[in-house]
């Protein structure tokens, strides 16, 4: 993707979708597709090729395949970034309180510092989630960027942080948490980690629950241009903190199918995985998403990972005024060994033909989702049935 500074701050899928060589007829129900919702704004900064390479077909040894999950009784409910719907994301805060709201799992996004510290975030820049344009006015690159690479955890851990914002310090959503002046600030990932650990041995042991980690490698290969190897850096920290086996509560998400691979089979991870699927116009990764959508690919995707991460339209076709209408992408997953969370369930912004979040929840359950990730961890909650 380009570095325009002007479309960083676009929500992503707009964004996207206006890079499509698709207009015309089409272009209404691209528009409403978007409202949707990608995961991601990140690729807006990410300098690493937009075309999507040809699928990745490497043949994998047989002791590579693993069984399929057994489903759980009730789709997962999944934080993104927190209860990012109600405070700033990827904040302690946030997370205790999707803790709080019933999450099964707690999302954590994950760049490197300049020191190599894995940090809770999830754009590779700073701009648009914290104050380092007033506390760093020098540190953007030519580009315009502030990146969060560039600078050390003990710099990092100077700036606060506040509700996502658009294009000229706007909110990026309109409705969501809009007090100035609390001090969030940035956390590392073994401080989330602790804290989910402490959260277990107290809110957790009174409700007979433990909540898991879902962690996300961000784009593995932006890192290796910059000269970091992420994963083996999650990867450790995960480790550090009692997450190495399939058993433990812990999954493994990554857009770059290659670096899937290379963390279940080059470096050796028992972990739960998850391939998130995008579409090839996003230039995420270096992943051939029409080629893992196929029969063939999820059977190769399976033989490393546990499930997939895909986006609603991926799993549920949207049209105005028409019922949700499964894809059956689904049932192909799971006739591969695959579970499916796809991304991201918002209440504030429903796709086409949605009348309201449960209404979205039900349409998923009944194409038989096994997780969600959502903003809105209680409503998701409320909504399962
Ligand atoms: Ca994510």
Redesign the pocket.
């Known amino acids: 993707m380009t570095c325009a500074k002007r479309l960083a701050s676009l929500p992503a899928t707009t964004m996207r979708f206006s890079r499509m060589p698709l207009g015309g007829a089409l272009a209404p129900f691209i528009a409403a597709l978007a409202l949707f919702t990608s ?2 704004a990140m690729t807006a900064t990410t300098p690493t090729k937009a075309a999507p390479a040809t699928g990745t077909r490497t043949t994998l040894s047989p002791q590579a395949v693993r069984p399929p999950l057994q489903p759980a009784a009730k789709p997962l409910v999944i934080a ?2 927190g209860a990012s719907g109600y405070l700033p994301e990827h904040t302690l805060e946030a997370k205790a309180l999707a803790y709080a709201q019933g999450a099964d799992y707690l ?1 954590q ?1 994950v760049v490197i510092s300049k020191d190599g510290v894995p940090v809770v975030a ?1 754009d590779l820049t700073l701009e648009d989630t914290s104050n380092v344009r007033d506390v760093f006015p020098d540190r953007a690159r030519p580009d315009g960027h502030w990146y969060l690479i560039d600078f050390t955890w003990d710099e990092l851990r100077t700036l606060t942080l506040h509700e996502r914002t658009a294009e000229g310090g706007t909110p990026a959503r309109a409705g969501r948490f809009a007090a100035s002046g609390v001090g969030f600030r940035l956390h590392t990932l073994d401080e989330e980690l602790a804290f989910i650990r402490g959260l277990n041995g107290t809110l957790g042991k009174r409700l007979g629950r433990e909540v898991g980690v879902y962690t ?1 490698v ?1 784009s593995p290969a932006w890192h290796r241009e910059q000269g970091v190897d992420a994963a083996p850096i999650v990867l450790a920290s995960l480790a550090r903190h009692g997450y190495t086996k399939a058993t433990d509560l812990a999954y493994v ?1 990554c857009f770059d199918f290659a670096e899937l691979r290379r963390i279940r089979l080059a470096l050796g991870s028992e972990l739960k995985l998850i391939q ?1 699927i995008g579409e090839n116009s996003w230039g995420e990764a270096d992943t051939d998403y029409s080629y893992l959508l196929t029969p063939t690919g999820l059977r190769e995707v399976a033989g490393v990972a546990d499930g997939i991460g895909p986006w609603g339209p991926q799993v549920l076709t949207f049209a105005p005024g028409k019922a949700p209408v499964p894809t059956g992408l689904v049932q192909a997953a799971h006739a591969a060994g695959l579970a499916v969370h796809p ?1 991201t369930l918002r209440a504030d912004e429903l796709p086409p033909g949605v009348a309201d979040l449960p209404a979205l929840v039900q349409a998923l359950q009944a194409a038989g989702i096994d997780g969600a ?1 959502t903003d809105f961890p209680d409503q998701l909650r409320a909504a399962l049935k």
């Open positions: 995961n991601p993104h970034r999302e996004d999830h996300e961000k998400q998130l991304y990730f």
